[in-house]
Nanobody, 115 residues
Framework: QVQLVESGGGLVQPGGSLRLSCAAS????????MRWYRQAPGKQRELVAS???????AYADTVKGRFTISRDNARNTVYLQMNSLKPEDTAIYYC?????????WGQGTQVTVSS
C-alpha cells in the first residue's frame, strides 16, 4: 500500500520558517520524481517545487530563493524548507510522487502565515 505522509505544517509569523517533510512508503522512492504542490482557498493547486532522481531541482517563481526542496533516499523522505514566509504562502501543501504513469499524493498539511 502506497502512503505519502506530510508533516511540519503549522502557524508561523511573516518572515518565519517552516520545514515540511513527506515520508513515503510502498514505492521505490529513489525512482520517483518528488514534488510539492500547494492549494490556497479558492485557487487552483499549483506546483511549488520538484526534485528529480538526479536531485535536479526546480521552483515556482513565487518561491524561488526562499524555498528549498531536498530528498533523503535512505529515509524515503522529501523535504521543503520554507524561509521568509509571506501571508500569500498560506495554503495546504501536498506531496506528490511521480514515476511513469504512477502519481501518488499525500493528504496535505496546512501552512498558515499570519501575524
Amino acid at each position: 500500500q502506497v502512503q505519502l505522509v506530510e508533516s511540519g505544517g503549522g502557524l508561523v509569523q511573516p518572515g518565519g520558517s517552516l520545514r515540511l517533510s513527506c515520508a513515503a512508503s510502498g514505492i521505490g522512492f529513489s525512482r520517483y520524481i518528488m514534488r510539492w504542490y500547494r492549494q490556497a482557498p479558492g485557487k487552483q493547486r499549483e506546483l511549488v517545487a520538484s526534485i528529480t532522481t538526479s536531485r535536479i531541482t526546480a521552483y515556482a517563481d513565487t518561491v524561488k530563493g526562499r524555498f528549498t526542496i531536498s530528498r533523503d533516499n535512505a529515509r524515503n523522505t522529501v523535504y521543503l524548507q520554507m524561509n521568509s514566509l509571506k501571508p500569500e504562502d498560506t495554503a495546504i501543501y501536498y506531496c506528490n510522487a511521480h514515476f511513469g504513469k504512477n502519481d501518488f499524493w499525500g493528504q496535505g498539511t496546512q501552512v498558515t502565515v499570519s501575524s
